[in-house]
Each structure stands twice: as C-alpha cells, then as structure tokens.
C-alpha cells in the first residue's frame, strides 16, 4: 500500500489535493523510492496512452526535490517517449505527499 500511495502522489502531477480514500504514508523515507521502476499497472493517464514498457525514474535534486523521469515505448511511432518533471514535498519530507509538475 505504500508503493501505491507514493506512485498516486507522482500520477497526480500538480494537484495538490488527495482523492478522500488515499492517506499519505507517514514516517515516509524518500530514498527508498529514488529508484528505477517498472508499470505494472496504470490508471488512465494521456502521457502514457498507447505506450508499453513505461518506466519511472526518482533521483534526487540538490534542492531537496526528486527528479522524476516516466518513459514509454510508442509502437505506432516506433519511438521512445519521455516526460521529465520535478517533485517536491507538500507537508514535510517524512509524509508521503508530494506535488510533481511536469511543466
């Protein structure tokens, strides 16, 4: 459940409101997460319609933010996908809520 509420934190990209089901993690330890992570399941998201392999990338940025890398292959294209933004906490860094933008 913990992975779950941290990749919904990230889908969520600039909202920084939580779906009423969906509590942060607390005592949260981000470098457990900075990580190369493979889709095993999606909810509905544009970026990543029509895309396979989708992948997540979280590293850190020195200003305490998390770089985030989500990448997909197009076989219509024939080409790799890729969508880069910035993350960073909403409450404080040991909760699981952060709001990621990828403008």
């Known amino acids: 459940m913990k992975i779950i509420s941290i990749i919904l934190a990230f889908i969520l990209m600039g909202c920084v409101g939580i779906p009423e ?3 942060p993690v607390d005592n949260f330890k981000l470098e457990k997460y900075l990580w190369h992570w493979y889709e095993i399941a999606r909810l509905d ?3 990543e319609r029509g895309l396979t ?7 850190l940025l020195a200003n305490g933010g998390v770089r985030v890398l ?5 076989l219509n294209d024939k080409a790799w996908k890729e ?4 993350a960073y906490f909403v409450k404080g860094s040991d909760q699981g809520y952060l709001k ?3 403008f």
Do not use: L, M, P
Request: no cysteine; charged share 25%.
């Open 45 to 47: 998201h544009s970026f």
């Open 53 to 59: 392999r989708v992948t997540a990338d979280y590293s």
């Open 70 to 74: 989500n990448r997909g292959y197009s």
């Open 21 to 23: 089901n969906v509590k």
């Open 100 to 102: 990621a933008s990828f």
């Open 83 to 86: 969508a880069e933004g910035k």
